[in-house]
């Protein structure tokens, strides 16, 4: 009984003309390549849920996922690359081929946008640009597929005719093996409703079947896990039997991942079966297409082989590849490589087998490094944070400084700047600059670093496309700038100096204060200042003579008065700086009661003085106390408040010094008119003297209050010079002398008096210095 391979045209295809005219834009690609045609349609045109159907002259049809497998056809969704690809076997079931060279597809794309429907016509004509190999095996995504070429003739038949004649195609049978089993034959019809197809072209015996068939089995071939479909083909003809041996193995490694390397593996026999190889080529590819062995190498592409299997090492960002982003609560992403691999075999007879494998090798989630950076200088008095290492298919939606939200772009008016920073490696990343005095920034006193610190917050809401999925990246900045303490701007009036503070966030880290005192709204209206205060601005008007000034270069003309507010720590009270103001005054009389005790005074005399006498003529009760300065109608005096004649008053809370201008010519020695005296006082708080007598020193803290007045009586109280006859109680007269220097408070003194039988109250108590 002979066996051998005579194969003819099992049947043919109706030829439609190749057209190319009126293809939609969203078509991509539409490419021969050496096994099969490629379609490539984006989704922006084809939306999520594109269809093919196939049609050829026995009608059209719809290209599903099991008809796909079964006829040759695959369909792979690729949103990585943005697209719906469909790949057609040049065996596949709807295909005109003429004479194995000369291969004519006829597709529809039917699509639907905005609810409607859309059928577009994709035809094409592929012609062989790769001579055919005795066996060739195809491991595709979906299914395996193998075509044998026969040469052979069968001897027994005359002229050498093939014996295979399509009238006979119903007479033929498969019987698939498995292992040591053996399945019953069937015919092969059943064999189709199945899902395996066998066909006869010009040349070539074509048999596709899917993955995970009832009659395929796995195994391992040195650790390499393969599948295996056997089916032998089988018919009578007369007494010539004729058996055709087909064989699919393929690898079903799933790839893995390794120090940056996705591997891949398959071996150089995939099954006992195959004869043994005597030379064995490798050429690798990515998405369909081989490269040169020098493009291989440059790419990084390596095939090792470890006794016999071949190992394919493929670097993760290798070119030919493509990377996705991916949110599960981190950002991830995964890169994808479309392996295609051609693996060239000749037995010992010298017979080659071209095997070739589509594969897709994925990595798993590798953790995606965004990171931000402080590129702030402090000079520059603003933030500047740049976000760095953003995937190239994650862009920036929005942006929240310190919990309040902005949406990208950002308007014309804002006063945030983001700019995006692309890099060469495809990532990129977004500078973003905010001023350190915008409102938005936090303030916070570092008394460590004594220092203002300035602080951020960012939340950065990143979004993976296609799809808009968010991912938030959060940063906290700070910034260290070196504070100054509030600084009043000053100016002067004709008799005030007013202040005025323009309030910044950070100034209540001081207290302001008067001498010793912190500034308060109760404390000016003790003094008499004027003091206002708002969420804008601190203003205190000082008026002249109230507590706090200073007076130097005191003459007729006026004199200088000086005001300082301090500003402290509020803790240590130390003061770090202040604000000092000197102004001129020059008023046409006034009385000047300072702490020390010292009595400056400029009165105007032209009233009470006699016509043709001189305001220097006049003197206070004291003779010898005479005017440092005069001019036609005023005097100048400087003097010791508990010197030069001054009558005391010693009331509740107070303590008033009184005196007199006389007018003492020799050529009129009587005082000064009765009826416009120039009376003179300072009265100062009790709480705040330290002596009262000539005898101890001076010393009051607050200054006193004065008065000029002129008037024919006292206003304060009767004054009683001690020599009279009416006074109520007699007082000691005490030489003049000059002791030590002693403090006494006023307290102990009254206290004194008030064990003598005297009365804290009486404000009739006078007591005369000599």
Not at 132 to 140: A, D, G, H, L, Y
Not at 722 to 741: E, G, H, K, L, N
């Amino acid at each position: 009984m002979a066996f051998c391979f005579c194969f003819g045209v099992l049947f043919l295809l109706s030829l439609r003309t190749a057209s190319t005219r009126d293809i939609p834009s969203g078509v991509l690609q539409m490419e021969c390549r050496e096994r099969y045609f490629m379609i490539a349609v984006g989704f922006s045109f084809a939306g999520d849920k594109p269809r093919f159907e196939a049609v050829d002259s026995t009608g059209v049809h719809a290209i599903t996922k099991e008809y796909a497998a079964e006829c040759g056809y695959t369909i792979s969704l690729l949103p990585v690359l943005g697209h719906v690809e469909l790949r057609a076997s040049y065996f596949s079931c709807h295909t005109n081929d003429a004479d194995d060279e000369v291969f004519t597809f006829n597709f529809n794309l039917i699509v639907t946008r905005g609810g409607k429907q859309a059928t577009y016509a994709l035809n094409k004509t592929c012609t062989l640009s790769l001579p055919w190999s005795p066996r060739e095996v195809t491991c595709e995504v979906n299914y395996m597929e193998v075509s044998v070429r026969s040469e052979a003739t069968c001897p027994y038949v005359e002229n050498g005719d093939s014996a295979f004649k399509p009238a006979l195609y119903s007479d033929w049978k498969v019987m698939f093996q498995r292992a040591e089993d053996q399945f019953l034959p069937m015919n092969l019809s059943e064999a189709r409703k199945l899902g395996y197809v066998f066909a006869l072209t010009d040349e070539r015996l074509v048999f596709r079947t899917p993955y995970e068939q009832p009659h395929s089995f796995s195994t391992e071939v040195n650790g390499v896990p393969v599948e295996v479909v056997h089916a032998v083909l089988f018919s009578r003809q007369s007494w010539v039997v004729l058996v055709v041996d087909l064989l699919a193995a393929c690898s079903m490694h799933n790839g893995s991942y390794d120090g940056g390397y996705m591997i891949w593996e398959t071996s150089e026999l995939l099954h006992s079966l195959v004869s043994p190889l005597n030379e064995t080529e490798v050429s690798i590819g990515a998405n369909g297409k081989l490269v040169e062995k020098k493009v291989a190498e440059e790419r990084g592409y390596a095939v090792e082989k470890i006794n016999t299997t071949l190992q394919v090492r493929i670097p993760y960002k290798a070119e030919g590849g493509y990377r996705k982003s991916f949110v599960s609560r981190d950002l991830y992403e995964y890169y994808v490589f479309h392996l295609y691999l051609e693996q060239i075999s000749v037995d010992k007879a010298e017979i080659a087998a071209r095997l070739r494998f589509h594969r897709i090798i994925v990595t798993p989630l590798l953790r995606c490094h965004i990171f931000t950076e402080n590129q702030t200088l402090v000079r520059e008095r603003a933030f500047t944070i740049y976000l760095g290492g953003v995937p190239e298919d994650v862009v920036l939606v929005s942006i929240q400084l310190n919990g309040r939200d902005f949406t990208l772009p950002l308007t014309n008016m804002s006063t945030y700047k983001v700019t995006e920073v692309l890099h060469p490696n495809g990532t990129h990343g977004y500078t973003l600059t905010v001023l350190f005095d915008d409102p938005i920034v936090k303030l916070q006193f570092s008394r460590k670093a004594v220092a203002m610190q300035h602080i951020l917050n960012v939340n950065y809401t990143l979004a993976v496309q296609p799809g808009n999925e968010p991912y938030y990246h959060e940063t906290t900045v700070t910034a260290l700038t070196r504070v100054s303490p509030p600084v009043f701007d000053a100016h002067c009036s004709e008799s005030s100096i007013h202040f005025k503070l323009d309030h910044r966030p950070f100034d209540y880290l001081w207290e302001l204060a008067i001498g010793s005192d912190v500034l308060t709204s109760d404390l000016a209206d003790q003094r008499g200042y004027i003091f206002s205060n708002d969420s804008q601005s601190l203003r205190l008007d000082v008026p002249l003579f109230t507590n706090g000034y200073k007076y130097q270069d005191v003459t007729l003309k006026g004199f200088s008065g000086t005001f300082e507010i301090l500003v402290r720590v509020p803790e240590t009270s130390e003061v770090q700086t202040s604000t000092v103001k000197t102004c001129l005054f020059n008023p046409k009389e006034f009385i000047m009661c300072s702490t020390n005790g010292k009595v400056n005074v400029v009165a105007n005399l032209s009233l009470p003085i006699p016509s043709g006498g001189s305001p220097a003529e006049t003197s206070l009760r004291d003779k010898s106390c005479r005017p440092k300065d005069a001019d036609g109608t005023r005097a100048l005096f400087s003097f010791a408040v508990n010197d030069c004649g001054a009558i005391i008053m010693l009331g509740r809370d107070s303590v008033t010094y009184r005196n007199e201008i006389i007018f003492s010519s020799v050529r009129n020695p009587e005082n000064l008119s009765s009826k416009n005296r120039v009376l003179l006082q300072c009265t100062y708080t009790v709480a705040g003297l330290h002596a009262l007598f000539s005898a101890y020193k001076f010393e009051s803290d607050t200054v006193g209050v004065g008065r000029i007045v002129h008037s024919n009586r006292i206003i304060e109280g009767p004054a009683v010079d001690p020599t009279s006859a009416s006074t109520r109680r007699s007082v000691t007269v005490r030489p003049r002398y000059q002791p030590s220097a002693k403090y006494i408070k006023v307290s102990s003194f009254l206290k004194n008096l008030s064990n003598k039988g005297l009365k804290e109250s009486s404000q009739v108590n006078v007591f005369t210095v000599i």
